[in-house]
């Protein structure tokens, strides 16, 4: 029997930014609604079922207006998983947080907010990427 395999390629639209920092996600979501005059807010938890291999459990914080959508996330599983790689975006694992945002400007536009991540005492090293570049991009589309 012939198998067929459909590859599919995705192009994403947004800023990905990861965050190296040792707070819990609460503490840094209050740090960035503070400094960056935002509203995020807890979602509902992202569940991504792996076959055969596992599930991952990822944090979510939304922040969503007219023309601008924020989220950050957690890079690691919430739940204690048998992945190997429990991440979201295993290809940049060294960072505890991604930050997508769709739309950014002023004082959302990319160098700007990289130059807000970096002065918030939570945060050790924060860093732009492209997310075309990643292996698993897929996992960052919503």
């Known amino acids: 029997?012939?198998?067929?395999?459909?590859?599919?390629?995705?192009?994403?639209?947004?800023?990905?930014?990861?965050?190296?920092?040792?707070?819990?996600e609460h503490t840094l979501a209050w740090q960035l609604n503070q400094a960056l005059r935002l509203r995020l807010v807890k979602q509902q938890d992202l569940i991504y079922d792996l076959l055969h291999q596992g599930r991952l459990v990822i944090s979510n914080y939304l922040h969503a207006t007219e023309h601008l959508t924020l989220r950050l996330l957690r890079n690691r599983s919430i739940d204690p998983s048998v992945l190997k790689k429990p991440f979201l975006a295993?290809?940049?694992?060294?960072?505890?947080?991604?930050?997508?945002?769709?739309?950014?400007?002023?004082?959302?536009?990319?160098?700007?907010?990289?130059?807000?991540?970096?002065?918030?005492?939570?945060?050790?090293?924060?860093?732009?990427f492209d997310p075309n570049s990643l292996k698993f991009k897929e996992n960052l589309l919503f």
């Open 1 to 24: 029997m012939k198998t067929l395999t459909l590859d599919v390629e995705y192009e994403c639209d947004f800023d990905l930014f990861g965050v190296v920092s040792s707070s819990r």
């Open 90 to 128: 295993p290809d940049v694992k060294e960072y505890d947080y991604l930050i997508q945002v769709n739309n950014g400007s002023g004082q959302l536009a990319a160098e700007a907010l990289l130059a807000e991540l970096t002065t918030l005492p939570v945060v050790q090293y924060a860093c732009q």
